[in-house]
C-alpha cells in the first residue's frame, strides 16, 4: 500500500521569507499523481498544486511550488515570499494511476505559521 | 458561487444517540466523499459514492452509514456503534476522474460526550 509521509508536524517562517515543506512516499507505481493541500485556521481545504509524474517539469502556482524528484520519491513544496494568510496545515497526498479521489492517501500534515 | 454546503459547523451529541451531519453541493459532481480527521492524522476515507444511489465504504466505515438519493446531498450519519466518534468531519465532492482534486466543505466538528 502507498504511504505519505510528512516528516516536518510543525514549521514556521518570518513573512516575506521562503519556506520548504518535505513529503516523501512510497510507491511502485511508475505513473501517479500528487497533490499539496491547504487547510487554513477556518479549516476548508483548498488545492494548493498538483503534479502528474510523467511530468519532469516542476509545477507552479504563483508563490508555490514543487520540487518533483521520482527517483527519490520526494515533492517538497516551497513557498515564496510567505504571507500571513499562508498560516494553515498543508497536506501532501498521493492518488495511484487506477484511482480517482477515493484512492487518496494522505500524509499527516505539517502546520506552517507564518510570524509577521 | 458554487461549493459545498456543511451543517451544522458544530455538533453536540450525548454517546448512545445517533447523529446526521449534512453535506450539499451546487457544483453539479457526480462524485462525493466523507473524511474524517482527527488531531496530528491524515484525512481518513469513511464513505464515497460516485453515482447517485450507490455508495462505498472506505477506510473507516464502520459505525456510519450514508446514503446518496440525490446528486446533490451526501449526509453521513454516524451511530452509536462507532466508537469514538468525536472528531472533525469533512465532506468533498469531485469529477470522478483520475487527476480531478477535491473540493471540501468547511467541516462539521463533532463532540460526543
Known amino acids: 500500500a502507498q504511504t505519505v509521509t510528512q516528516s516536518q508536524p510543525e514549521m514556521s517562517v518570518q513573512e516575506a521569507e521562503t519556506v520548504t515543506l518535505s513529503c516523501t512516499y512510497d510507491?511502485?507505481?511508475?505513473?501517479?499523481?500528487l497533490f499539496w493541500y491547504k487547510q487554513p485556521p477556518s479549516r476548508q481545504m483548498i488545492l494548493v498544486i498538483r503534479q502528474e509524474a510523467y511530468k519532469q517539469q516542476n509545477a507552479t502556482e504563483n508563490r508555490f511550488s514543487v520540487n518533483f524528484q521520482k527517483a527519490a520519491k520526494s515533492f517538497s513544496l516551497k513557498i515564496s515570499d510567505s504571507q500571513l494568510g499562508d498560516t494553515a496545515m498543508y497536506f501532501c497526498?498521493?492518488?495511484?494511476?487506477?484511482?480517482?479521489?477515493?484512492?487518496?492517501?494522505f500524509g499527516k500534515g505539517t502546520k506552517l505559521t507564518v510570524n509577521p | 458561487d458554487g461549493g459545498i454546503t456543511q451543517s451544522p459547523k458544530y455538533l453536540f451529541r450525548k454517546e448512545g444517540q445517533n447523529v446526521t451531519l449534512s453535506c450539499e453541493q451546487n457544483?453539479?459532481?457526480?462524485?462525493m466523499y466523507w473524511y474524517r480527521q482527527d488531531p496530528g492524522q491524515g484525512l481518513r476515507l469513511i464513505y464515497y459514492s460516485q453515482i447517485v444511489n450507490d455508495f462505498q465504504k472506505g477506510d473507516i466505515a464502520e459505525g456510519y452509514s450514508v446514503s446518496r438519493e440525490k446528486k446533490e446531498s451526501f449526509p453521513l450519519t454516524v451511530t452509536s456503534a462507532q466508537k469514538n466518534p468525536t472528531a472533525f468531519y469533512l465532506c468533498a465532492s469531485s469529477i470522478p476522474t483520475i487527476n480531478s482534486p477535491l473540493h471540501f466543505g468547511n467541516g462539521t466538528r463533532l463532540t460526543v460526550t
Open positions: 457544483l453539479n459532481h457526480d462524485a
Open positions: 510507491t511502485s507505481e511508475n505513473n501517479y499523481y
Open positions: 497526498a498521493f492518488m495511484g494511476p487506477q484511482g480517482g479521489s477515493e484512492k487518496l492517501v
